[in-house]
């Protein structure tokens, strides 16, 4: 024979104290209950006629794993048991019953001395045999049974039936104080669908699990009920069976003790518990081919037949889930609820949060509008506004960043930290984030940094990220210039640009950026120059082609096209220059001597004299003399020979303005004289043109004509020619 063997009883009496524990759930049936089976102890060889092979092969399998754990490698509670004495005249017949490996292993080990009949040999000694397993004892102990007893002995029963007794009852004592620890026992009531009956058979008039679990640890004349060891067990396997329910299964257990599968399929289908997502009383009357009232009136029904008390651990565990990832997208959360087995397929967490609020569970979980965005209902308000701000912020500089949000709106740090404020920002479909969820932009038709990219490219072939951002840095159209590899992750982002060892440039697909307007003669203007430029040179030949002054000196400061190599050295962006060229255009530039010339008195008039300058006659703006600034501060009129207005000169510290009227009237040239006069007391000024000479007139001692005239304050000639 092997174990086990058709026949024979499959748990040996000599291991029945440590047997002595409850039939699994799974294998637990009707006919073991019937047949009064508890334990594995009581399978004795009468199973066999109760229960199929396959059954019986199942429960001795439980007996050889119980047995094992019993004996580890070494010690263990029963390797000092001592095996039955038999009559040396039955030796061959019990090596006959036990023909194969397990005689084999005997013989081999054992020899002369199995004629001793086992006499005081214990498991320990059989275990120590070679090649002699757990399967071998228990085949060897079951036929040392069935040989008969030469003298029945019953104390040893009634000896092995209290040590089953006392284990017994120290298994329950210590199942109860191990639910009475379980800490949602309190929660466990006993109308509960599903776990209310095992709470009843433990206590009857209990209304939870901890309240009878606390009466049955007080009541002693209770406790050696033998029913209750296996309700316990019982128990506590249906606590762990729910535990690893998915959520929609769960809400289908729940729900299904509330009425028909009909009415239960509507009220799911109505609330969303079924993973639709809800519906209308409409749409449910159409699907089962009811009116909207008699939908309404199945659903008010199994919804008060439904426990909302029930103990719901797995839809918890989820809304728990749900919490700690929002707010997010609604996709995403449905694949982390089935990647973390909290889902067993396709479910709308629609559902989900009708199953909050229907239960009471009370976890501050909403959708937005679009439902699509799964959000705490606390943050509701804060989303739109946070998504709002963000888009304002990449519509001005084409990308913006998590802390630029949190900055514009003033956010508390504590309530909106940057991970949550990137997790609202995440709701919305459109944003692209460029990394780790600080920079991003979002997928419209119009982009200022792509634009401004594209720009910068069309008067270069490529572009090394560094002058990309430089040029950026240059708009006062743009707040906020991302750092470069902001702009190098946006450059890849984008399908118009190809980027290759940090620098950038156009694809062949995309369409060419074209320059218009200012920009446009700037760029054709420098191009003529070979791509580099002096300032003077070039506003001379952008103003020829009627460019406005003002609008030249904005985009020559302001444009991301143009590259200021040096003071008054200006090139197309991305143009290679050699230095060479720079310090020779700089040296251009500068001008001999001074553009306040000489100043001094003459006949009580305070009179300055310039040369007149490219910056003089674009500005208007003259130095004065620091020996003079206090006396020529404040407003002087400039009249003609009628006395009319015709413009004031203000002086201020060691400045003046306002010259712009009289150069606007006059053809003057760079190079020419000026000479102001102010007469402080009538606080009235004149101003003359000319050449060298008429500086030198002022410097050297004036006529009696000159004195006249001086005198006067409004000469004929200054009147005539230039104040008219």
């Given at each position: 024979?092997?174990?086990?063997?058709?026949?024979?009883?499959l748990a040996?009496?000599?291991?029945?104290?440590?047997?002595?524990?409850?039939?699994?759930?799974?294998?637990?049936?009707?006919?073991?209950?019937?047949a009064?089976i508890?334990?594995?102890?009581?399978l004795?060889?009468?199973?066999?006629d109760?229960?199929?092979?396959?059954?019986?092969?199942?429960?001795?399998?439980?007996?050889?794993?119980?047995?094992?754990?019993?004996?580890p490698a070494?010690g263990?509670?029963?390797?000092?048991?001592?095996?039955?004495?038999?009559?040396?005249?039955v030796?061959?017949?019990?090596?006959?019953k036990?023909?194969?490996?397990?005689?084999?292993?005997?013989?081999?080990?054992?020899?002369?001395?199995?004629?001793?009949g086992?006499?005081?040999r214990?498991?320990?000694?059989?275990?120590?045999?070679k090649?002699?397993?757990?399967?071998?004892?228990?085949?060897?102990?079951?036929?040392l049974?069935?040989?008969?007893?030469?003298?029945?002995?019953?104390?040893?029963?009634?000896?092995?039936?209290?040590?089953?007794?006392?284990?017994?009852?120290?298994?329950?004592?210590?199942?109860?104080?191990?639910?009475a620890?379980?800490r949602?026992?309190?929660?466990?009531?006993?109308?509960?669908?599903?776990?209310?009956?095992?709470?009843?058979?433990?206590?009857?008039?209990?209304?939870?699990?901890?309240?009878?679990?606390?009466?049955?640890?007080?009541?002693?004349?209770?406790k050696?009920?033998?029913?209750l060891?296996?309700?316990?067990?019982?128990?506590?396997?249906?606590?762990?069976?729910l535990?690893?329910?998915?959520?929609?299964?769960?809400?289908?257990?729940?729900?299904?003790?509330?009425?028909?599968?009909?009415?239960?399929?509507?009220?799911?289908?109505?609330?969303?518990?079924?993973?639709?997502?809800?519906?209308?009383?409409?749409?449910v009357?159409d699907?089962?081919?009811?009116?909207?009232?008699?939908?309404?009136q199945?659903?008010k029904k199994?919804?008060?037949?439904?426990?909302?008390?029930?103990?719901?651990?797995?839809?918890?565990?989820?809304?728990?889930?749900?919490?700690?990832?929002?707010?997010?997208?609604?996709?995403?959360?449905?694949?982390?609820?089935?990647a973390?087995?909290?889902?067993?397929?396709?479910?709308?967490?629609?559902g989900?949060?009708?199953?909050?609020?229907?239960?009471?569970r009370?976890?501050?979980?909403?959708l937005?509008?679009?439902g699509a965005?799964?959000?705490?209902?606390?943050?509701?308000?804060?989303?739109?506004?946070i998504?709002?701000?963000?888009?304002a912020?990449c519509?001005h500089?084409?990308?913006?960043?998590?802390?630029?949000?949190?900055?514009?709106?003033?956010?508390?740090?504590?309530?909106f930290?940057?991970?949550?404020?990137?997790?609202?920002l995440?709701?919305?479909?459109?944003?692209?984030?460029?990394?780790?969820?600080?920079?991003f932009?979002?997928?419209?038709?119009?982009?200022?940094?792509?634009?401004?990219?594209?720009?910068?490219?069309?008067?270069?072939?490529?572009?090394h990220?560094?002058?990309i951002?430089?040029?950026?840095?240059?708009?006062?159209?743009?707040?906020?210039?991302?750092?470069?590899?902001?702009?190098?992750?946006?450059?890849?982002?984008f399908?118009?640009?190809?980027?290759?060892?940090?620098?950038?440039?156009?694809?062949?697909?995309a369409?060419?950026?074209?320059l218009?307007?200012?920009?446009?003669?700037?760029?054709?203007v420098?191009?003529?120059?070979?791509?580099?430029?002096?300032?003077?040179?070039?506003?001379?030949?952008?103003?020829?082609?009627?460019?406005?002054?003002?609008?030249?000196?904005?985009?020559?400061?302001?444009?991301?096209?143009?590259?200021?190599?040096?003071?008054?050295?200006?090139?197309?962006?991305?143009?290679?220059?050699?230095?060479?060229?720079?310090?020779?255009?700089?040296?251009?530039?500068?001008?001999?001597?001074?553009?306040?010339?000489?100043?001094?008195?003459?006949?009580?008039?305070?009179?300055?004299?310039?040369?007149i300058?490219?910056?003089?006659?674009?500005?208007g703006?003259?130095?004065?003399?620091?020996a003079?600034?206090?006396?020529?501060?404040?407003e002087?009129?400039f009249?003609?020979?009628?006395?009319?207005?015709?413009?004031?000169?203000r002086?201020r510290?060691?400045?003046?303005?306002?010259?712009?009227?009289?150069?606007?009237?006059?053809?003057?040239?760079?190079g020419?004289?000026?000479?102001?006069s102010f007469?402080?007391?009538?606080?009235?000024?004149?101003?003359?043109?000319?050449?060298?000479?008429?500086?030198?007139?002022?410097?050297?001692?004036?006529?009696?004509?000159?004195e006249?005239?001086?005198?006067?304050?409004?000469?004929?000639?200054?009147?005539?020619?230039?104040?008219?």
């Open positions: 024979m092997s174990y086990p063997a058709k026949g024979y009883t040996p009496q000599l291991l029945a104290p440590w047997l002595d524990v409850p039939v699994p759930a799974y294998l637990d049936s009707a006919e073991i209950r019937d009064g508890n334990s594995l102890s009581d004795s060889a009468k199973v066999w109760i229960l199929d092979n396959t059954k019986c092969i199942e429960l001795a399998e439980q007996i050889l794993s119980r047995v094992k754990s019993l004996l070494r263990g509670p029963i390797r000092d048991l001592r095996l039955r004495s038999v009559d040396p005249t030796t061959r017949e019990l090596l006959e036990t023909r194969g490996r397990t005689a084999n292993q005997l013989w081999r080990g054992l020899g002369h001395a199995l004629d001793d086992f006499v005081d214990t498991i320990a000694d059989v275990m120590a045999l090649n002699f397993g757990v399967r071998s004892l228990l085949e060897l102990l079951v036929v049974e069935t040989l008969p007893d030469e003298q029945p002995d019953n104390t040893a029963a009634e000896d092995a039936a209290r040590v089953r007794l006392a284990s017994q009852e120290k298994r329950t004592r210590g199942l109860l104080r191990k639910i620890r379980f949602d026992s309190k929660r466990i009531l006993s109308n509960d669908p599903r776990l209310g009956t095992s709470v009843k058979r433990i206590w009857p008039r209990a209304t939870s699990l901890a309240e009878a679990i606390e009466l049955r640890l007080g009541a002693l004349e209770v050696r009920d033998p029913t060891l296996r309700d316990l067990s019982a128990l506590f396997s249906c606590i762990s069976t535990k690893s329910y998915a959520a929609d299964e769960e809400l289908s257990a729940v729900c299904a003790f509330a009425g028909s599968p009909r009415n239960v399929n509507v009220f799911m289908h109505y609330y969303g518990f079924d993973g639709s997502g809800g519906a209308t009383l409409q749409s009357g699907s089962v081919n009811l009116t909207r009232e008699r939908v309404r199945i659903i199994t919804a008060g037949r439904v426990i909302t008390t029930a103990y719901m651990p797995v839809l918890e565990r989820s809304l728990r889930f749900l919490r700690q990832r929002l707010p997010a997208s609604v996709t995403s959360l449905e694949l982390d609820l089935r973390a087995g909290l889902l067993s397929g396709q479910f709308d967490i629609q989900l949060c009708a199953a909050n609020v229907f239960f009471s009370q976890f501050d979980i909403d937005l509008d679009d965005t799964a959000c705490r209902a606390i943050d509701l308000e804060a989303v739109g506004t998504v709002s701000e963000a888009k912020i519509s500089d084409g990308a913006g960043s998590v802390p630029a949000v949190r900055s514009r709106l003033n956010l508390d740090a504590r309530r930290p940057e991970e949550k404020v990137a997790a609202l995440n709701t919305d479909g459109e944003i692209v984030w460029l990394e780790d969820r600080s920079w932009y979002f997928q419209t038709s119009r982009n200022r940094l792509r634009n401004y990219v594209r720009k910068m490219l069309c008067v270069a072939e490529s572009l990220v560094g002058e951002r430089a040029g950026l840095a240059r708009s006062i159209r743009i707040d906020i210039t991302p750092p470069k590899r902001v702009i190098l992750a946006a450059c890849k982002a399908a118009d640009f190809v980027e290759s060892s940090g620098r950038i440039s156009l694809a062949h697909d369409p060419q950026y074209e218009f307007g200012i920009e446009k003669t700037l760029h054709e420098l191009s003529a120059h070979g791509g580099v430029c002096s300032r003077e040179k070039l506003e001379v030949e952008c103003l020829k082609l009627g460019m406005n002054r003002n609008s030249f000196y904005q985009y020559l400061s302001y444009s991301p096209i143009i590259d200021r190599l040096a003071e008054g050295v200006y090139a197309l962006r991305g143009t290679q220059v050699p230095p060479g060229l720079v310090l020779e255009l700089g040296r251009r530039k500068s001008r001999e001597g001074s553009v306040l010339v000489d100043y001094g008195w003459k006949d009580g008039l305070v009179w300055f004299g310039y040369c300058s490219a910056g003089m006659h674009r500005s703006v003259y130095s004065v003399p620091s003079f600034s206090e006396l020529v501060s404040g002087f009129e009249r003609n020979a009628s006395s009319a207005l015709i413009w004031r000169m002086n510290g060691a400045a003046g303005w306002s010259l712009s009227r009289l150069f606007s009237t006059s053809d003057v040239e760079v020419d004289y000026l000479v102001l007469d402080l007391k009538t606080r009235v000024g004149s101003a003359q043109l000319g050449s060298h000479e008429l500086l030198l007139s002022f410097s050297d001692q004036p006529s009696a004509q000159d006249h005239i001086l005198l006067d304050g409004s000469p004929d000639v200054i009147q005539d020619s230039l104040l008219t």
